[in-house]
């Protein structure tokens, strides 16, 4: 049912629409609504999502160009170090120095590495999961 209502005075014409919708009409118009809100939320986190991992893909390979120089400075800087001892004690010698440096470096690291990858667990969760068996056992006690 539609109605229209004069709202002007003397000769204004503009008119304004009044419609009686049903309770379902109106559900129906929220819910589509809601929908189309829900859908455009949607497709922003989508957007949002993409320019995050666009950016952190940026960031990665940055890093991968750092870890590049980093490197290639070490190496240069073990070629010098190599050089600068193969003066004192003969290149060979300074070779097997600079090697013996970065094998004890690299077995450092790995003994570190390795005690640290021995405290990754689930030490809570093992500790309530041993818990349980006692806690289900029934008591002697009377009640």
Not at 20 to 40: F, H, K, P
Not at 133 to 140: I, S
Request: avoid cysteine; aromatic fraction near 6%.
């Amino acid at each position: 049912m539609s109605m229209t209502t004069n709202t002007g005075t003397g000769g204004d014409t503009s008119r304004i629409a009044v419609h009686d919708e049903s309770l379902g009409e109106l559900i129906a118009g929220a819910t589509r609504d809601l929908s189309t809100l829900v859908s455009q939320e949607i497709e922003l986190a989508k957007a949002e999502a993409k320019q995050s991992v666009t950016s952190a893909a940026t960031a990665g390979g940055m890093f991968a160009v750092a870890v590049y120089g980093a490197l290639m400075g070490v190496f240069f800087l073990s070629v010098a170090l190599w050089w600068a001892l193969g003066t004192l004690v003969g290149n060979g010698w300074s070779g097997l120095i600079v090697a013996v440096i970065w094998l004890l470096i690299a077995a450092v690291g790995a003994l570190v590495g390795r005690q640290r990858l021995s405290r990754i667990g689930l030490q809570q969760t093992a500790e309530a999961a041993r818990e349980i068996p006692e806690t289900l056992k029934p008591t002697e006690e009377p009640r």
